[in-house]
């Protein structure tokens, strides 16, 4: 692992960073998709899509220990060769860089359609990147203290909210239990397996974490917390609206906190919740500038990779503006093309650990 003290995060800020940037999903139009797949079953499609992401996340964990001071693409390179491994490292960008400008066009247009109806697109997408390169630029201990300041917040927000909502809540509404049936149910598991994405690009980071002791016990540990948080949120929004409209519902999330209230004379504290989302916000596209950045700078041999943060920015918010809208957007960009990236997740792990098995016994056969 990296012995400089600049730049290394401990287990509570990578297990923040990895709660804000998948827990997050279960607020965008990741959730609108699961429900479409899956009806009033979709908090159990992501137990169900982590389990079978589990065995390739153990065998990545597996070899990181093994290869200590390198990362994902390092170790690629190691085994796989430099042409390998700069195919590889391009997939990673090209998925990184579509995601992350995708993501951050649905946000904005999230916060448009429901808070912000007068507001100019590109001027609130801009405002977005240019909050999220700022951070960017502070470096990875910094957004990861961030990251630790800010998760308390809003997870006592998200308590806050399962609380006031608890009286909206009827048990029935979980029925059916397994939404449109087993098979659908196991389809949509795999396809959306690619929620858990951001948990391998991390390990382009793993250089950056105190040591591999820290790295495991905080992915393990957040994925768990993530699954659970996610799953009570997905299960909340089945709970109060009727499965027949879930799948009509553009942005549960926001939908959800409309029916917050505190009494007669308290209505409308929406904004409340809005502000801690915000900051959730924040921060994930701030990780994900980051890490962007530095898969461009393994593929192109640059160093100093953080001269590069600003013209991915720019990349970022050129492909952003390209979809005429949020529908176009997400239903097909997000779920034709990028989340069929989870094929490399699934099986590069275990191609990378067959090779170390192969290459440590031409090595013991040679000496």
């Not at 397996?193 to 591999?212: E, R």
């Not at 948080?229 to 926001?254: C, E, H, Q, V």
């Not at 943060?309 to 034709?336: A, C, Q, R, V």
Request: with cysteine; charged share 15%.
């Amino acid at each position: 692992m990296v012995t400089q003290e600049k730049d290394v995060i401990g287990f509570k800020e990578l297990f923040s960073i990895i709660v804000i940037i998948v827990g997050t999903k279960a607020s965008d139009m990741t959730s609108t998709l699961l429900f479409e797949h899956s009806l009033n079953a979709a908090w159990m499609v992501v137990i169900f899509s982590f389990l079978i992401i589990l065995p390739s996340l153990l065998v990545l964990n597996q070899l990181l220990e093994k290869y200590k001071s390198k990362n994902l693409f390092e170790i690629t390179q190691l085994l796989l060769g430099r042409k390998i491994a700069f195919v590889i490292g391009l997939a990673f960008l090209l998925y990184a860089v579509t995601k992350t400008a995708i993501d951050t066009r649905s946000y904005s247009d999230q916060l448009i359609t429901i808070n912000l109806p007068k507001t100019p697109m590109f001027i609130l997408y801009i405002l977005l990147l240019v909050v999220c390169l700022w951070g960017a630029k502070r470096g990875w201990e910094t957004i990861g203290s961030v990251a630790f300041m800010v998760v308390p917040y809003i997870l006592l927000a998200l308590s806050l909210l399962y609380l006031l909502l608890f009286k909206e809540i009827q048990i029935n509404r979980m029925f059916p239990l397994f939404g449109l049936g087993y098979p659908e149910l196991a389809k949509a598991s795999f396809k959306f397996t690619s929620v858990f994405s951001d948990i391998f690009l991390l390990a382009i980071m793993y250089p950056f974490v105190k040591k591999h002791k820290t790295y495991a016990k905080g992915i393990v540990s957040s994925a768990i917390f993530t699954v659970i948080l996610m799953s009570l949120l997905l299960l909340l929004y089945a709970l109060i609206f009727d499965y027949r409209s879930l799948d009509k519902i553009t942005y549960p999330f926001n939908e959800a906190i409309r029916f917050v209230s505190i009494g007669k004379a308290i209505t409308n504290i929406e904004t409340f919740f809005i502000t801690f989302w915000l900051l959730a916000v924040f921060v994930k596209f701030t990780v994900y500038i980051y890490i962007t950045s530095k898969i461009f700078g393994f593929v192109f041999h640059i160093e100093e990779f953080e001269h590069t943060l600003l013209p991915i920015t720019i990349l970022i918010l050129i492909l952003g503006m390209i979809p005429e809208n949020d529908i176009l957007n997400i239903f097909f960009i997000k779920s034709d093309i990028v989340y069929q990236f989870k094929y490399i997740f699934l099986t590069l792990p275990f191609i990378l650990w067959i090779f170390s098995k192969f290459k440590g016994v031409k090595t013991n056969e040679s000496s």
